[in-house]
């Protein structure tokens, strides 16, 4: 299939996220794929730029955050997912989506991307995997594989590789998506899912770093990577989806690999907010308190 | 000022705080200000914590360090707290058949104080009442002890238990009854030789509430629609009181998993643009650190409450300082405008809330209300709030149509703005959009290195500070034109600065709220008129102090500071300062 959407008729146009500052990314560098997929999902989902709300951790995916237009932030590295889930909770209304990198969510912000998963908060978390450290000039992260070296690991380093997705599945996620920076048509339709999911979306982006990652190259990934969907994958099939995401021994899944639209978001199982019509952003006013005053008399 | 206090001790989970409480309740209905605070240790259950309340039909807002009646729940307040009963006090005690050491009976003999042992258990037994009916038994005890009559309490008890049905209100009368006829019998009115002060009609309607109610009080007041935080002495009671009234505020509150989480969600919710808010202690705020250089750079309106406790490190989790007003002033790397206020007691604990939300949106910049363990969890007796003077400012955020629609993306950060303050205007209005860069960056929010652009969005920020400067309004000064001695502080000691300044008409009191950026002009005015200036403060450097001396010069004559986890005592503020008057 091949889609060159852009006229949108009446809609939003890939032309309305053009910013005029040039990217900065190396030759070949995965983020292209990714920066491009994410505007062809809020194009397609007819999502304007100021309707959004696009989250950006530090590494190099970062340097996105001033090269498309929408409303955006760059934030502290590893702090992504809570500052987007604070804000997705501030206005439902307007979608959010997070951008990290594996360096930022697997080690620095971990913490943050299991409680992300755990509180399923409304948002969708897009994973620049590349595996290792590249805006820092080719660190290795907790995804680079065991034994490989890497600027201040001439050695290799000593520790295991993280079991990313095994990791990630133990947690129970709602939504588990795989996708490749060389496969845009692909990636598009998986944000478009994503961001429509009811909850926290994983999307792990597997992508190139020509300068850095000499291991899990482009051509690695092309020759590896299949779409599990086109196979009769069932994203409905908890076990079937995490056996498949964590075996890459041959091939490499991609698609829509897990999601449950069943258990509700964090917004939605707050007592407090039940029944409550308004966004939390359309409440700020001045409260009167005198019937709690009066409980201290 | 005519004052009297009383202390409950007694073990953690031993009812210590319900007695206290009712008798502080008690006693403001019956027409007194009453303050209350509380010491204990950082564990659960067991330990040796008390609940002192001091009572006076004047404003009162300090405690003292020495007891006209003393309420032992187990022995360790025998052990312990003896030597704090004042001459003429009660020691009310349930410990059968108690020894006295030689020592102890000298004191109690020298201060003619008079020891009652309650029989408790042989009145539970005969109520055949549970045991933690103990506590309104040894509550009417004390109560009759006090002078006041028995209804006063049933009517207490009736709106705190009635709703939990007949008989159990049935059994606390009657546990009210038998109290009160065996401290009849016992004459136990004679034991106390002071009494209590004529009670006033006047605090009879005032709220009696903790800091950290009223800053929840404030916070729900100004608008604040998400609250995040991580549990940390003192800040906890925050989160506990607006976690509590979720349902009824419809406040969405969320526990996070540590202080970073809690300070950038409400940093999101901020930037979305609702009111939103943190509060931690010291060791969560290191963790936030980062976070409030983040907000800086990306001009978002945020509120952090640091409500302080002794350091280093988890150093005494439950007791009380004040030295962590540099790091509120000095945290986080970079160089960028805050404002810091500091609470003093519950009137503007609540008030300040809505002015932190107000500079903040107003400014776009981080503001941190200090507070500490001594105003959160102190109890005080307070005028109902004024809500009318409350206005909310939302500064230069943009919302209608029509004025959204003229909005350029360099409008956001363009550094000539008049006082460094961009317009703000929020996602999902229809506008042109912009980048909340964390890196540095030019007016849109597009990351440029240039040295020029380095150097004029540091200088549009750091406006904001000399703006800022500008409306804050100076330090708070009571007492003589001439003072011959101006006392000047902060945070919570000013409730027993002001119960101290009482003994003498000569001493003049500057109290700190607004802390950075700091306003020292009617400082130096007083500090040349004055004979003697003294600096007042729960830390070891003197914080303040440091403070001043950079921003004006200004040496203290005197230092009183205190860094032992307890806040200054009445007496012993009175004793340090008339010292400091004789010495001349």
Known sequence: MIRIPLDNAGGPKMQDYHHDNQCTWCDGCGDYGIWTAAKRALVELNIAPHEVLLCYDVGCHGNMSDKLLGYRFHGLHGRVIPFAAGAALANRNVPVMAFGGDGASFSEGIGHLVHGLRSNYPMTFVLHNNANYGLTLGQASS????????????????????????????????????????NIDQLTEILKVAIKHRGFAFVDVLQACPTYNHFATHDYLLERCYDANKEGHDPSNFAAARKLATDSSERIATGILYQNENTPDYYEQLVARQNVKTQAVDEVEKKDVSAWMKKFV | MSRVSLKVTGAQGQGINSVGEMCAKGLKRAGYCVFGYREYMSLIKGGHSSYQLDVSNELIGSSETTVDVLVCFNHHGLEI????????????????????????????DQRKISVIEMPTEEMLTKLKAPPILGNV???????????????????????QFGHKGEKLLAMNFSAIDTAIAWAKE???????????????????????LTGSEAMGLGVIHAGCRLYAGYPMTPSSPLLTFIAAHQNETGMIVKQAEDEITAAQIMSGAMLMGTRAMTATSGGGFDLMTETVSLNAIIENPSVFVLAQRPGPATGLPTWTAQGDLLLATHSAHGEFPRLVLAASNTEDSFALMSDAFNYAEEFQIPVIILTDKHLAEGIFTEEAFDQKKTKLMRGKL?????????LKSTDRYDPKAKDGVSPRWLPGAKAATFCSQGDE?????????????????????????????????????????????????WGSNRGVIAD??????????????????LKTKTLTDLASKAKKTVLVECNHQGQLGMLIKQECGLDFDHKILKYDGRPFFYDELVQKISSLTARR
């Not at chain 2, 002890?145 to 008890?157: A, H, T």
């Not at chain 2, 016992?186 to 009696?208: F, M, N, Q, V």
């Not at chain 2, 150097?455 to 009571?478: D, I």
């Open chain 1, 143 to 182: 995804l680079t594989w065991q034994g490989q070296p890497m600027n201040t690991s001439p050695n290799g380093i000593p520790e295991r590789t993280l079991p990313s997705m095994d990791f990630v599945f133990s947690l129970e996620p709602t939504f588990v998506a795989r996708g490749f920076s060389g």
């Open chain 2, 81 to 108: 707290n003896l030597v704090g009963v004042k001459e003429g006090g009660v020691v009310l005690h349930q410990s059968p058949q108690w020894k006295f050491s030689p020592e102890q009976k000298k004191i109690i």
């Open chain 2, 137 to 159: 038994l040894i509550t009417s005890v004390v109560w009759s002890l006090l002078g006041r009559d028995g209804e006063e309490l049933k009517n207490l008890v009736k709106e």
């Open chain 2, 186 to 208: 016992k004459k136990i009115s004679d034991c106390w030789k002071s009494e209590l002060p004529a009670a006033e009609k006047r605090w009879k309607d005032h709220l009696l």
């Open chain 2, 398 to 406: 943009v919302t209608s149509a029509s004025e959204l629609k003229k």
């Open chain 2, 441 to 489: 960056h030019n007016a849109d929010g597009s990351v440029d290195e240039t040295a020029a652009n380095a150097a004029a969005q540091m200088e549009k920020r750091q406006k904001k500070m000399e703006a800022l400067a500008r409306v804050l309004p100076e330090p708070e000064y009571t007492g003589p034109k001439n003072p011959d001695v101006l006392v000047v502080s």
């Open chain 2, 500 to 517: 101290a300044m009482n003994q003498n008409s000569k001493i003049g009191y500057l109290h700190y709220t607004h802390l950075w950026p």
